[in-house]
Structures are given as C-alpha cells and as structure tokens.
C-alpha cells in the first residue's frame, strides 16, 4: 500500500523533532499503523534545518499552498498560535485532509468551530501534543477510562511553571531568575507571561474538561491565576506545614456545576503528585470505577511532544478507511451528547486555604482575625506564627482553614485587611487534599 501523505506546516523545534521520529522509526511506525507515514511537503520560515532529516521533503515558506496541495492526506499543524493557524486548519478541512495539531492555544479558543468543520467534512482533527507534551493524556481520558464518570482532573501541565516553583524551593533561587534560566532552555512559551499567568496551563486545561465531562470547550469561563505572586517565604512556610505549593490546573464536578480553575495550590507533601519536579508534568484523574489514576512525563520538548504528534498520525492512518461515525468522538462524547452543564464562577467554588498576613505583635489581634473568620463560618486547620524578624513589631501569621465557599473567604479577607493591626494584603493559596476520597 501507497504511504500516507503528509503536509508539515513548521519545521521549528517540534515540528523538526516530527520528522526525525517519524524517520527513524519508519519500520516500526508502518508495522503499527498498517501502511508508512512519509511527510512529502513542508513550510517553514527557516531556510536551513541542521538537525533535521528532510529526506523526501520538498519545503517552501506557503503553509496555504501545502494545505491545498490535492495529494496531501493529513496536515499537521505545528505553526502555534491562534491566526494563521486557524484559518490553515479550516482550511485543510475544507480540503477534505486530516488535521493533527499540537495548538493547545487554537484548539482551546477556537475548538468548537475546528470540530464542528471537521464533523460537517467527516475528517479527524487530533490533538494528542497540545496537553501535556508527550504524556498520553488525551488517549488515557478519551478511551482508556471511557467506562467511569470522570469526578476530576488535577494537573500540572505547565513545565516553565513546575520548573520556577522547584527551583523556588530546593534552591532558594528567585522567581525571575528561574524565568530566564526556562525561557533559555526554550520550555517557555514566546510570551512567557502565557506560563506564568496561567494562560497556557487554562488552554490545556479547557480540552481536559470538555473531553473528561463532554462540555464545550469553555476558555473564556477559566479561572486563571499564575505564580508571579509567590515567594519563597510562602514555599517555606507550605512547607513547614506539610505541603508543596504546585501550579495546579483543576477540573471538577460538583452538583452545581464544573470547577474550571487555574492556580498555585498546596497540596499535601505525600501526594506524588506534590513531588513531580522541574519541567516535568503529571496529570491525575479520579474515576468513580478506577479510582485515582496518575500520567506522568515529559510536558515539553522536541522528542517528547513529537511522540505524541507522530501517535496521532497512526491513529488517523489507521482509521483513515473507518466510516466517520465509527470513529473515536473528538471530545470523547458524541457531538450531540454534550452537557450544558454550568461552569461555576469562581466565587461558588469550595476549597481550603492557606492564609499569610503580616500583623502586629500585641494581645488581641489574632482573637480579632479569628473572630471575623468565625463569622463567616470559616474554620481554621492550623496556625503558625513565626518570630518578629530583628527589632520589627510585626510578625507574619500563617493560617490554614478549612473548605469554604470562596465569597465567604473573599468577605473574611476584605474584613481582615480593613483591622488596623493587619499590614498590607492578605496572601491566599488555596489548598486541595487530592486524596482518593476527595
Ligand atoms: N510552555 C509550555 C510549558 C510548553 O512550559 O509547559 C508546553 O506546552
């Protein structure tokens, strides 16, 4: 049988990672997908690819011309970004071509409308590289644990991210220092604020849910809050509690709706998901039949993300002769089954709290904080007080509550930041227990 042609639009890190595997492992990847996968044309920027193998490629700068080639059999996407790559996407569907993409951006902003196309043409769109880099994610949610209710999804699925608050805690270092050590070794994204903000981490987390729920793609409903407001002082103090503050994408469902959020979190020290480091990315899923299950690897990478661009390939290839209603839903759940089930504005959400505030060292004023939590019905875990540093009169308290739902917390903390022996803004980090009962 004649390869399966393909169209490559961006010979950049991962898209040069694409061809190498896809050439070195040639025999093993045809006796998998049932015929061989050779990329016939490609469009890049770059004029030269030193360390890529080109064989059998002929490259120009047109991604479009590339698109409408007829002879092409599936496009992969590895442009990034929302424009061009959406209008090249649409497009190659039109063309009547498969699509694989590693665009966590497009496919989280403009999935609705890509699948929707993709339906109406009857051609797949995957993609397994645009969550996690080379953790099979997206396969493990989609089909491996198709038999349970999915009850949550809590991931770290920002390396540059995961990589700060590490170097944060094990070796002191300070945030923006870590940044440009990430940004040199290329895992951070072109605008970094995309990684520290949360951005990147609400893009993946926006396919986890709508594929673990059957939910639209939603990004617009993400609560998104990043790291840059972090500090050392908090990693330690998390830690002298028993905890790891983690950069968490969060997904669940609750009786009032889905929890879609994005945010530094602490999460008990024994969980091995507290202690997934450096640039690597885990994902753990709790299932009502299988329990919690844990994904972990490489969440960035040439070779690690064009793992999962070159899995995709033999999925489609193999399936390329399937009747279009037999085939694997793009988001897990048939188009016309999918839920209207409500995202939860943040303020609805229950969690537990880490709280840090910078408060006078005289008699009353921990009653008077206590107090207001009181009143609210907020109840406290824990409490440290650490020493006042030299002659200061302050000295920070650390809090740790109970859930609660998080207006209430906001209105404690509007009150608590209005006592006259409360310094500054009171620092919250929510917190999670992602134990198997939760
Ligand atoms: N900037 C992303 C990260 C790359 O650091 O995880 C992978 O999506």
Known sequence: MNPVKVGLLGLGTVGGGTANVLARNQEEIARRAGRGIQITHAAARETSFPDVNTEGMTIGTDPFAVVDR?????????????????????????????????????????????????????????????????????????????????????????GTGNFILTEMRDKGRDFAEV?????????????????VE??????????????????????????????????????DYAEQLGYRIKHLGLTRRTARGIELRVHPTL????????????????????????GPTLYYGAGAGREPTASAVV??????????????ENRVPHLAFQPDALSDIPVLPMEEVETAYYLRMQVEDRPG??????????DQGIS????????PVGSASDVSVIMLTHRVVERRMNQAIERIEALPTVEGRVTRIRMEPLDKDD
């Not at 993946?204 to 609560?223: C, E, H, S």
């Not at 999460?267 to 753990?284: S, Y």
């Open 70 to 158: 007829p002879e092409i059999d599936i496009v992969v996407e590895l442009i990034g970004g929302y424009e061009p790559a959406r209008e090249l996407v649409l497009r190659a569907i039109d063309n009547g071509k498969h699509v694989v993409t590693a665009n966590k951006a497009l496919i989280a902003m403009h999935g609705n409308e890509i699948f929707a196309a993709a339906q109406r043409k009857g051609v797949m769109v995957a993609f397994e590289a645009a969550v996690a880099g080379g953790i099979p994610i997206i396969k493990a949610l989609r089909e491996g644990l198709a038999a349970n209710r999915i009850e949550w999804v809590a991931g770290i699925i920002n």
């Open 198 to 235: 949360g951005i990147d981490a609400a893009h993946k987390l926006t396919i986890i849910a709508a594929i673990a729920f059957g939910i639209p793609l939603q990004f617009d409903k993400v609560y998104t809050e990043g790291i840059s407001h972090v500090t050392r002082a908090d990693v």
């Open 267 to 290: 999460i008990p020290h024994r969980r091995l998901i507290a202690n997934v480091d450096g640039v690597m990315n885990a994902v753990l899923v709790k299932g009502d039949a299988v």
């Open 179 to 195: 940044l440009a050590e990430a940004q040199a070794l290329g895992y951070a994204e072109a605008d970094p604020t995309f990684d």
């Open 380 to 387: 406290i875990e824990a409490v440290l007080q650490k020493e």
């Open 365 to 374: 004023v921990l009653a008077d904080i206590t107090r207001i939590l009181g």
């Open 311 to 324: 899995a995709d390939l033999v999925d489609v290839t193999r399936t390329l002769t399937t009747d279009p």
